[in-house]
């Protein structure tokens, strides 16, 4: 998935930006001791299926049962005026809906103008589906930072303190989690 191709002849690829974004998260937390491991590795630019990232999480889970699962996205639609974050969580009240909230919370710190995309008919947040997130066994989000087909919005993901900002959410995230859940 892509930005379009912009006026300036630039370009923003999800997946590339994406891992970017987790390469720079991983850092961070490794160097706050923080086991860090991935169903897609950063370097690698294949695309990896979810048959394939799914039982990779699940055996993570099984070795590591207090493990839980961001998932890195950026949003596109046909339409350019669209905007804003929102976050995925599996059906049903878990500790998932507060991971999140806290991430949505942390997310917006950082970017305080940002659309809230939310589904608050149970109370917070996420947006629930009941694809891929209900079969991964451990806590887990996937987050929708922006929308990479809204111009602004993509020239903040194209840009590294954009993308530096993202991981930065992710990190105090990952942080909150550990000292309040």
Same mark, same amino acid.
């Given at each position: 998935k892509r930005s379009?191709?912009?006026?300036?002849?630039?370009?923003?690829?999800? +997946? $590339?930006? !994406?891992r970017q974004i987790a390469n720079i998260a991983a850092q961070y937390l490794r160097?706050?001791?923080?086991?860090v491991l991935f169903t897609v590795e950063p370097s690698d630019?294949?695309?990896?299926?979810?048959?394939?990232?799914?039982?990779?999480s699940n055996a993570y889970f099984k070795m590591n049962p207090t493990a839980f699962q961001i998932s890195i996205h950026?949003? +596109? $639609?046909? !339409?350019?005026?669209?905007?804003g974050a929102e976050v995925f969580t599996s059906i049903g009240q878990t500790?998932?809906?507060k991971i999140a909230t806290i991430w949505m919370e942390e997310h917006i710190k950082?970017?305080?103008?940002?659309?809230?995309r939310a589904d608050r008919k149970d109370g917070d947040v996420d947006k629930e589906q009941s694809l891929a997130m209900n079969k991964v066994n451990c806590n887990s989000i996937l987050i929708e930072s922006m929308f990479h087909t809204n111009r602004k919005e993509c020239e903040i993901l194209m840009s590294e303190s954009g993308r530096e900002k993202i991981a930065i959410?992710?990190?105090e995230t990952c942080e909150r989690v550990h000292k309040e859940l």
């Open positions: 379009p191709i912009w006026e300036d002849g630039s370009v923003y690829y999800e +997946g $590339v930006g !994406n160097a706050l001791g923080w086991k630019h294949t695309d990896v299926s979810l048959r394939t990232r799914i039982p990779r950026s949003n +596109g $639609v046909s !339409n350019e005026s669209a905007n500790r998932s809906d950082q970017f305080p103008w940002l659309n809230i959410a992710i990190v």
